[in-house]
Each structure stands twice: as structure tokens, then as C-alpha cells.
């Protein structure tokens, strides 16, 4: 095994936390990430694999919330799939070995940096952040739109004040930033 | 200006790059007897109406799809938003 | 000083008092006043100057439409110019000063202008000035400029914050008057998402200003009432204090909200303002009305209001005006403004009204005529009226009410196509057939300027915007009655009276205008300035149109009126921009390295958004040059490494991955063998070349495509134009992986020995040649990518781990080539080497150039169809006189080669008919220990060794240069393969 | 009636009774020598070249509205002559050279204020490129001067160089750059025009060209058919809608551009400055007001109005550079619609069809060109040949490869 130690997107050895009053902002360093592609004239079988790996095929705009894998839509015959990394660590790896030559698979655990926002003031945040009806959104909604020009998706969680927010990982402290003002502005 | 997305439903038009002339689509073929004034004309000459035009935009900060979007440019009025790629097919292209 | 002007009543908070300052002298007033009321409490009627003669200005109106009491708000980096004194919250410690004045107020030196303003008619400048031609610039303009302009900025940067947010609902409504209040309580009780958005900080609209009552209370009550009722209902989110300011396309608005604009200052952390984009099925606009005055000689002096506003001053703020009154009607709302303020205790010194059939009151006189003048000088001292029989009447008064009449408030029906019209019942411009999509239009600003008409406009928009089925619940009784208007725009014979009371157009300017031949409503406003002050023509079009309309003999809907356009009102810049300021104009993006190169001490540039290690300065190094030489040396000589994160990358899967990067490069990578690397040069359609780089097969079916970063986006977003609409039926599958990867570059001879030592695999020379690639591990298990590949020249890797082991990557290169005395190097160094070797980069694709102009016309391939292939055969980007990519050395080694620089005939003339071409990248080789070039030159593949002159005319230099080969070092190549 | 300082002060003693109509507002004729169609900048500009430089005779302007109602007024007022390509240069710099005499040429005063633009530079490579440019100027007889930051700080002290995103590394000025008040443009060259003879008909809309046997012979228009040996088209915006009316297309497409202003301010900015790292720029006007703009919208439009994300987009730059500005407040924006060809690049060129001329394509650029556009076209329709500054102006550059492509954005008109 390598003895090399991971960052997390915000540059620490730990994910950072920002506590205010009415929500908290947590640095989600936990993800493995992988997308999944469907190969053209192999839509079908690819599918049934989804639906055998999260319980059910995300549906445009939508996300299955399934343990230990979910996996949210991300475009036509295109999904995200994510997992503990602790488990997960080769989650693309294993992806492969299901989805054989049904699906292109990409690792995108780099590439993104994920935080949760919990708790009351969330939908006041989402509503200084982008333009997804965050108030109209149930559980299991995803939608990608731009926070701060940051191409994010947004992930309505089970807990009803709780969203889950990808953004690109390069600019983790940007969109970090842009988090923690919008949590300042309606405290 | 809001996109209604055929498989998202609508969007702020913010979240889309906008290409042009759907006219792009129709990609002359190369080996014509008359390629290059095929290809001049497809890459340089245009409509332009004032009222309906039938347009490409992608929508980058979103799923990533082309989409063909009938818009009057002289109300903005958007009759018909369509995945360029069902276009494209309907259109004859392919491989 | 006292408030001598208050009266009893109103809804201001007696409890709290407000202190304040206006031009250094200290006030109190209460909350609830605004600025404007309060100063009128305390009997100061002046408050500022106008635009052009430096007329001394009272406050003209009550509301956001006012063109006259601007002031300087606050100080400091927080002075915010031109605020309406009518729109400003008191608070306590209000710091104002009145504007536009040289002098103090009260004696403006510039109200010279006053005495010249004969000469100074409509359009006088141009028709002077002209000679001689530089005095312009030098004497007239500057004076100009001076005199003009309103109020000043600080010039301090803002302190402030400024937020933007989004909000979604069924139905926006615009305005909370009584046909807004009732939509929304319709609306609300329905259960739909509503907005309710009112720019004042008291929502009732009108209703507050006014004494009849709404059933059994007074129309300020009802008004609470059904805000307290909306405050308990989830589904309405009630905006004061926030201002609707377009209608955009498709059911957008734009709506600012200050927040804290009533505050001395804002709390910490929270935003002056906030820029709402709405997103809304249905709108109702009930805007309401504005009043307008009506044109007699000398109508602009301090004291000379809107009949409305002195009626809003006394029953909402408990002001009077003055301690004289005196109205000016054509209609029976200036008599309700007489009968309240009778009722108040306030002497009517008379209402001139200039209908036959006026109506009579025993409390006060009522003249038929008109005021055909007024007196005093810095605040209105007489009134002289001209009766209907002929004779004169002096009225002593200190206010004078002007009631022309109500124009509704349609500007936002008309922000997309929807043109007004005209409506002879009310004399007044109504909304259109033709509005914005989904809005409906309720109340006096569809033109039904009663409250009863009002109430039930507002629950019949709401029911109609929603699809409700079912009766009007019924509505509360009103007491208000139709105003009876004479439509009345001026009085015969005037000639200095206003129109355009802040930019000072008259009477007398619009017949000049006339005369002159500027006769469209679009001329009359830019010859003369009419509407273009910063009430944007509410107080001041439809007169300018009255009478432009009579001197053309047409009636005023055949002349028209100008455009109506956002902002609604006047609106902060500052908001517009938001949060994106100073570091957070543009996010951020950060290598992986970011945070060990801060370490090392790094000096960062900026490349589109990312921040990339320039170079990294060492102890004792004095300049850029110095650690830029070291590096560049240190790799040279041994090895050095460099964060190429940034680059971007493109995963290309499916079958037919291969044949769409035939399409998208122009040269072929059909057989291209499993575990190689290959350039490639992609065009765009018109020939001209777009973005360079490699595509790495790592299996049958999967290539990994790197672009330059600037292009990263656009080339994603053409392969996916590419794949989605030419190539639909290819089996291909594209995702970005730029951020997915920590990428470095280890390049140098004692590269291979330094990386056999983090890899897992033998990388021999024959094991790993030049241009393999492989997917591999490192480090005893760690998933990476190995790419041998060379933009240095040198023996080189790419190497490549996902994004979270970058930090601890880049360690461990250091640690490992300890004993080759690895050396990072930043962008400077990269830009030295890849000069040296003369690759091209985005100086040289600066999409005018072809193929051919960068030396591969070549590889563009005949035998298939790419992208941009036919169009790059065009006669005009072929043959002779073509530019070649060349390299550039100076003759005397100490010359500088300028990037910028234009190339030249040793012995020619120097001027752009004799244009060579030009240098476009530039650098000192330490390896040559002179200044070197690349850059591209006429017919240049032809003219190796040819001397020539490179001039830069703009830096000063002009030097003797040699063309050679772009490859300066190692043109052979031998190094990449050794 | 010539204007002088003496004339207004006569007038303004007399009561100024004096004053006739700048221009007269004549009845179409049957037949004329010359039609222009489009009563903008260029059109104007054009008949009052032809007429005084160029000795024709029997000139009518049709504009379909009032003359200046397009984009020659609601443009942001810019002028300048700071182009790279050997194709543009020579051309800007000579609508510069007119420019600085216009005034007491066409007696008029349209308040040509040299007071310099400065386009900032955020980069090394920036740098290279301006370089180039500037470089380009000089050796085509135009001004430049590459600043540092320092002097710049010195002209502009409250450039934001503190807390850049994207520090300012130095500048390109020119200083004979600066504004002129647009709409005197239009009044200056129409009272220019009329006083030698040639008919401004407004409210004239043409609907169609007579043509036959490969040659126009006049046009239809809302007033009746009127003939004329030559016409020539000037009408930014609707080019491809009035050419279609002769079956032609045209390589540009139409979009939308939007312009602000700001309520008067005392004077803050000296001269015109551009964002090179933004999408922003911005002078003050001679009222006060501050004048400003950046990217076009982006989609086809024919629609004179923007949309919010554009706002948003332009005022960002704006605070980025002007942090002060924050607090002064946008009065006013509006829209213009651009012919934006597919380099970039105008259009003064026959059409294919005998005695039909054609100038637009301007994209955004059409305002500082005006003196220069009039003069080429009326030299183009005078002589049947080009203007020496104005070869490279051809519809067909496109199809030989000859774009002039100022940008490097290749034929995407919405990025030019």
C-alpha cells in the first residue's frame, strides 16, 4: 500500500466545519466519485445495471439517494455515481468490472469538492447562491446550475434542511468563500 | 430569457452558450463536387430573419446537451426547444 | 430650530426623535419622516439647484419620481449623490449636503447662469464653441463638465457589500397600494407562492396619504390590517422597502431590496442592498400613479409642490407645506388637497382652478383662472393668478400646489415590445394591448385612479392571473369619486416655465426645438434634454408632449412617447455588481500544488481564473530574470518539475472514440497504437487553427485528450458540437476531467532516474519510450498516469494522480530528486523552454493563424474530413506572401527581440506598407545567453538567415535580427528520445 | 445658416425668432442620382461627402423613421483608432483625421472631446498583443503610448490596483481617442447634407428594390416607388433584413448590445477607459452621467433591449475596476442592434447586383467609423471603386480567405 496522504479540496488534513447559528458548512471530504456513460446500442443493459447498483435509474434532474452507492442523472445516458470513499477508494475500478463494455466510466473523485449545508437558514443560503426553486425541491432533486460562475450540482438531501452542494475542486476556497458570506448575510 | 429544457424542464437562459444558426447542423459534405462553396456558405452565410430563427444553444452549466431552440428574435419568444442530437438524426446525420 | 411645520396626526413616531444634519446645520425629526419631510417640518423649503441655470429647488414631490431635492446622503467613502430627499428613511445621526452648487446654497455663484439662460436655450452649444478647434478640450469642456454634472462621488472605494439572489414564485406583484394589498390577500388566500414587492418602507401605497376610509376604518388601518393578515400566510413573502426595477424576458424581474439603506450603516456582515432575480408565472403591476404639474411662468420655486405631495406631506408625515397654501388645479383632486389640509388647520390662501363649473367650498376661496406667475426668490413668496374674467390676484403663500392630473405608472408594461395608449378619460397614456407575457395590470396604473376601482382591479387581476373560479369576495365599501379632469397642460403665453424642472427645459425650449426643425418626440428629447433627468421624465414628458403635439397641430397619442426603460428607478451600480468584487470578481482556480508552492514562496500569475506558479524566487535572488535562469538551467542541466494541472483534459470513450478524434484533429489518429501519445492540432471550421495538444490511448477505446488551458471550456463545448450534432450515431462518450487529475511535469535528463523511483513500473527508454502513455502506479499502489511527453525539449514525463494526492505527489518528487537537486519551475520558466524548442503556444494561436502559418500545413490530412480541413484550402490562406513561424535572434547578442515587435527589410522603409511580421513570444535563453524570439514572418520558411530589422516604435526599440529555425535548441529532437 | 457664437447671441437678443429648421423636409422626388437608404451617421455621413467632396448632384437619404434613431444614437459615444490589422488601421485612423476636423468642416458643434482612451492590461501575454498593436498604430501614422500602472494611478487614482482580481499591469493609450456627443453627429452631417441640396426624407420606409436584368433601378418605399441610378445601402441593424429584399445573404447576423448611463456626477473620469479583463467600459459624458457598457448578449436579436445576466455581467466589471462607482446610480440602459459580420469586420462593397451598393457590418465598432464610412462609401458610389483606406472591405474576403479578423474568433459573429 502507498504512503501517500490525501488533501482535502480545501487544502487541510481534515475537512473543515463552519458553524453559525441557523446552519452549518461541512467540508464532505468522504466521496468516491464516478461517472458512468451509457455506450450507444447498450442503453438497456446499462440501465438494469444501474437499477441492480442504486435500486433505480436516476431520472433527469433527479438523484437516488441509495446506500452504499447513489448516483444522481448528469446528462443524457449519463450519471454520477458516488460512495464512501473509505469503502469505495476504486469505486471506478469496480464500476468497470459491472458495467463491462455497456458504459465508459471516468474516475471524478479529484474533481470535485463537495459540502453539505444543514440546517434552518439553508433554503435563505441556496436563494443568495443560484437560481435552483429551492423551496419547490424534495428529496432526491439535483439539479446542476452556476453558483458564483461555478458550474454546481445542488442535491436536496432526505433531511429537509439539508443540501448537498458539488462544485468544481480547483476553486473549492472560492465557492467556499461564497458559502460562508451567503451564511453571514441572512444569520 | 428561460430555456424549457425537454429533459430539465426550464432554466435560466445564464446557464446555456449560445452557438447560432441551427443551420450549423447541416455540415456540407466534403468529397461534393461543389465542397467548397458548400462549406463557404455554411460557414459564413446567414438568414438572419427578424422573427422565427432556429438556434443552437449548450447548456454548459448544465447537462451538457445541445439543444435546438425556435426563438422570434424580434419578441424573444421561445415556441420550441428540442435535443439537437434528435435534431441532427431527423436531419440525416449520423456517423 | 424648531418644527414649525408639523402638524397633528400622521404616522410618524413622536416617541422617537431622529437628529440630523443638512448642510452642516442640526435638525431633529422623527422616524417615519423621510428626509424631505422632516426638512419641511422644519421649515426649510430650499434644498437644492438645478442642472443647467442653478435655479434654487424645493421638493417637488413626495415619492421616488423626485427631480428636485437631491442630496449628497451620508459622507465619506459612504456619499451617495443625487439621493431624493423624499425616498430617504430618517434615522439618527442622517448626514446630508445639498449638491450642485458653488458657494453655499443659499448663494450658488453659478446661478449666474440664471441671467444668461437666453442665451443658453436648447442646443446652444451646438451651435458655438467651434473655434478655435483645441480650445474644446482645453477651455469650453472643462468648464462644461464642471458647471454640469449633479452630485459628487466620494471616490472611495464603496465599503458596503452588495448581495444577489433568486427567488421563485407563482405570482410577482408589483406595488402594495390598495390594488396590490387586495391581489395579494386574493392571491394569498388562494394558496399561491406570492411576492408582494413595494419600493416604499410602509406598504398601502396612496392609502396612506390619504384620509378617506375603506369600510369602517381609515385606508391607512385597512391597509395594516391586510399586511398583518399576508405576514401570517408561509406562502406570501412580503418586500418592502424593495423596488421592481424590469421586466425581462420570459417572466424575469429585477427587484433591489436595501436592506439596511435606513440604517447609519449596515450591520456587519449584512449587505447595503440585495439584487432579486425573480423567476414568476404571472405578474400584476400595480404601480400606481404619479401626478403631474402643470407649466406657468416661474412654476419651479422652492415650495411649488405636486398637490399629492402636500396632501402625503400632511396626512402621512404630519407636515404642512407651509403656513400658507395655495392650490393650482384642473381637476378635484387639488380640492381634496385644500379640504385636508383645511381640516389640518391650514391656511388655503386658494385653490385656482381652471375648470368653468369649479366646485365651491365654504372653508376656503376658489378661483376660476390660472396662476400665471409666482415670486420670491428662494422660495415662493406670491402667486399672481389671472382670473376668468381678466383681472389679477396676488395670493400670498408659501406652498403652491400643482394638480395637472395622474399619469399611470405603465413604464414596466413596456419594458418588451407594449406601447402605451392613450385614454382621453383620464387625459393620461395607459397601459397597452401588448404586455410583457403573464402580467396583468391593476389599479390607477391600468388607469382606474379610484380606490373602489382599485380594490376590485386587485382581486380580479389576482383571480385572473391564477385561473380562479368563483365570485370577488366582497369587497370593502370606499368613499372616493372620479377626479373630473379638464385636461390642462400649460398656460397660454408662458415661456419660462418648467417642464423638465432638474435639466431646466421650458415652455419656450420646446418651441425652439419646434421651430428648429426637431420635431419627433426622439428629437425633442435629445435637442432639449426633456425627461432625460434622473426622474427620467416622470414629472416632466407629458407636458413636453402637450405641447409638442399642439405646435405640430397633432394630438398627443399621434406624437407618441419615448421609450420607456429599466431600471424603473434610478438603481445602485453597486448592486448590479454584487459580491463580485476585488478578489471575487472571477472564482478562483487552485493546483494541487498551490498550497506547497505557497510554502516554497511562489510568485503567482494569474491564467484565465486559475493562479499558476510564475517562479520561485530563491534567497539572494534580486530579479525575475535570475530565478527564471536558474530554473530553466537547473532542468536543463538535471531535472525540474512543474504543475501542468491546469492543462485541460478530456476523457474520449467508445467504440468509435478513434474516428471522432479524426474529425476533431486534422491530422489522423485512426492508427494510432494502443499506449501512445500523439500531437495533435485541431482547426475550427474556417480553416484557422483553435487549440493544440496531445491525445493519449490508453486502451482501444478510451483516449485522453489534453487542450491548452486558456481553451479548456471552448473545446470541450466544440467536441460536444461535434459529437452531438454532426456525429449523432457515433458511440462516443466525453466528460472533462480536468479537475480529476493532479498533473506535473518532470522533465530533464535525470527525469527518468528520478521517477523510477516513485513508479511502480520499469520506464526504461524501451519499456516507456517516447510518447508512451499508461495507466500505472506509484508509490506502491497509488492509481496514476504516466505520459512521456515533452514541452521543455528535454527527456520528460507527464505523471498524473487524482486531484487529492497532488500535495503529497509533489513532496515526494522533491524528496525523491533531493540528489539530482530537483528544481520546480514556474510559467516563466515553461514559457523560456518552450521558446527555446518553438512550440507554439497562445501567442502564436491567436486564431488568425493556420496550419501552415505554424510551420504543420502538412499534417493537414487530405485523405479524411476534419473539422476545418476544407475551408483551411481557401486561395487567401495559401501561397504567396503567406506568414511561417520563425525564430528571431538579434545580431548583437545584448539587443532585446521584443514580443510586439514588427518586423522589417534591413533596408527598407519602416512603416506598415513594409510590414514583415511580427514576434509574437519572446524570452532571454540562458542556454544561448542572448534574447530570442519566435514570431511569424512573410514567405518566412523561405528566409532563413535573412538579417532584418525588428522595430517597436512603442518601447523604443529598433534592432538588427537574424531569422532562423524556431527550434533554438536541440532541433533534432535527440534529447526527447533519449 | 452658418452657427457662430455671434449668430446666438444675436438670436438670443432678438427673441430667437431667427432659427429655421436645421434641414428641410422635402417631398420624395420621382428620380434621383444617388439614394441612400438609412438616415444614421453613416447614411448621412455618406450623402454629405458625396455632395461636397465628391460634386453630386440629385442625393435623397431615405430613413424609415427620424433621422439618427438608430444606432448613431444610442451608441456609447466612443472614438478611437486603435486597431492591429493592416485591413482596419489605416482605415480608423482616417475617421480619426476626420473626425478632428468635422467640426468646423460641416459647422457644427458635435463635441469631439480628444481626452483619450486607455485599454488596460492584466497580462503578459495582454501585454505582447498590445504591443503588437500599438506598435501597428504608430507605423500607420495613428498616436499610442504604453503606460505603467503608476501613470495611470496618477490619471485614475481611484483605479481599484489594490484588490485585483486581475492586477493592472500597464495600459495602451491613445491620446486622441475620446467621445463625441452622438446625436450631433446625425444633426451636424443631415444640416450639412441639406444645405447642399440633398433631400432627408423621414418616415420613408423602403420595402423593396426594383430590379431588373441584374441591375436596380430604384426602390419601393412606403412614400411610393422612386428611381435612381445608384443606391446605396446603409442601414446597421436591419442590413439583412433590407437585403433580403434583393435575395441576397449576408455573412453577419444581428445582435443585441446593450449601452448605460448613470445619474450626473461631478467629473470623476478624465477619459474613456476599457477593461481588458472584464467586460466593462466607461467615460463620463459632458452631463455628467457615466457612460458604459461591455459584451453584446449573445443571441440573435432584434429586439432593442438586453436581458439582466448582461447587466449583471457589465456592472461586475465595472466594480471590479471602479470600486467608487458602486454608490453612483445606473439611470438608464438600452439597446442596439448590431449587423455583427463574421470577422468582425465592415462591408463598403458593390453587391452583385449592378448600381446596389452596401455598407454595414460594423458589429459595434460603426460609431468612431462614421466620417470615415461616409467618406469611403461616397467615394465607392462616386467612382465605382474603393476608397484606398477602405480595399479590404469586400463581401467577398470570406469566401477567397481573406478575413480581418481583428479578434481571432473566426466566423462566431456573437464573439467578435
Redesign the interface.
Known sequence: MHDLQPMTALGGDAPQVDTFDHVTITENDGLALASVAARMGHEKTCHTTLKKLLGAVPEPGKAVLHDPEAGFWMGPDQWMIGAPRETHELLADHLKERFGDTASITEQTGAWVCFDVIGPAMPDICERLCAVPIRRMTAGDAQRTMIHQLGCFVIRRDNPEHIRILGPRASAGSLHHALITAAHSVA | MIIDHPLLGPRDAAEFTYLGDAKLIDRPDWQSETAAKDFYEYGYLRDNPAGWHQELWFHEAGDRSWLVVTRNTVTHEISKVEMARDVARARGRSK | MTQVNRLPGGQIDRSQSCKFTFDGKAYTGHAGDTLASALLANGVRLMGRSFKYHRPRGVLTAGSEEPNALVELRGGARQEPNTRATTVELYDGLLAKSQNRMGSLRFDLLAINDRFSNFLTAGFYYKTFMWPAAFWEKLYEPIIRKAAGLGSLSLKDDPDVYDKGFLHCDLLIIGAGPAGLMAALTAGRAGADVILADEDFVLGGRLNSETLTIGDQSGADWAAEVVAELTTLPNVRIMPRTTVIGAFDHGIYGAVERVSDHLYAPDAGKPRQVLWRIYTQKTILAAGATERPIAFENNDRPGIMLGSAIRSYANRFAVSADKRVAIFTNNDDGHRTAADLHAKGVKISAVVDVRPDVPRSLDYEVLHGEVVNTKGRLGLTFAEVRLADGSMRTLECGALGMSGGWNPNVHMTCHQRGRPIWNDAIAAFVPGAELPPGMVVAGAANGDLSTAGALQGGATAAKRALGLKGRLPKLPETGDASINLKPFWYVEGCSRAWLDQQNDVTVKDVKLSHQEGFRSVEHLKRYTTLGMATDQGKTSNMGGLAIMAELAGKTIPEVGTTIFRPPYTPTAIGVLGGRHRGQEFHPKRLTPSHKWAEEQGAVFVEVGNWLRAQWFPQAGETTWRESVDREVLATRKSVGVCDVTTLGKVDVQGTDAADFLNKIYCNGFAKLAVGKTRYGLMLREDGIAMDDGTAARLAEDHFVVTTTTANALPVYRHMEFVRQCLFPDMDVQLISTTEAWAQYAVAGPNSRKLLSQIVDQDISNDAFPFMACANITICGGLRARLFRISFSGELAYEIAVPTAYGDALIRKIMEAGAQYDVTPYGTEALGVMRIEKGHAAGNELNGTTTALNLGMGRMVSKTKDSIGSKLSEREGLNGEGQLYQVGIKPIDPKDPVPAGGHLMNADGPVDAAHDQGYATSACYSPNLGHAIAIGFLKNGADRMGEQMRLVSPLTGVDVKVEITSAHFIDPEGERLRA | MR???L???KE??TG?KG?????R?PEPQPEYDIIIIGGGGHGLATAYYLAKEYGQKRIAVLEK??I??GNV?RNTTIIRSNYLL?GN??FYEFSLKLW??L??DF?????????GILNLI????Q??????????M????AD???LTTAQIKARY??L?TE?????IKGGLAQHRG?TV?H??VA??YARGADSRGVDIIQNCEVTGFRIENGKCLGVETSRGYIGAKKIGCAVAGSS??LM?KADM??????HVLQAFV???????LPGVVTFG??HFYVS?S???GLVFGGDLD??????Q?G???T??DV??G???IF????????????GGIMDMS?DGSPIIDRTHIDGLYFNGGWCYGGFKATPASGFCFAHLLAKDAPHPTATAYRFD???????I?E????????LH
Open positions: 452657427y457662430s457664437g449668430k446666438v447671441i438670443a437678443l430667437h432659427w429655421t429648421p436645421a434641414w423636409d423613421g427620424w439618427g434613431s444614437g493592416d488601421e489605416p478632428e476636423g467640426e468646423q459647422n457644427y458643434n458635435a463635441m469631439v472631446s480628444q481626452r492584466h497580462s503578459d501575454a501585454r505582447d498583443a498590445f504591443t503588437r498593436r500599438g506598435n501597428a504608430l507605423l500607420n501614422g499610442a503610448e504604453m487614482p481611484f481599484n484588490d485585483a482580481r486581475f492586477p475620446g456627443r446625436d450631433a444633426w451636424g439583412s433584413r433580403s445573404r449576408l455573412p453577419m447576423e444581428s448613470s445619474e450626473g456626477l461631478k467629473p470623476v479583463a472584464g463620463q459632458d452631463k455628467g449573445g443571441y440573435n436579436s432584434y429586439a433591449r436581458n439582466l445576466p447587466v449583471e456592472c461586475e465595472g466594480m471590479a470600486p467608487a462607482f458602486g454608490r453612483a446610480r445606473l439611470l438608464r440602459m438600452w463574421m474576403r470570406f469566401e477567397k480567405g481573406l478575413m479578423d479578434k481571432g474568433m473566426g466566423n462566431q459573429p456573437n
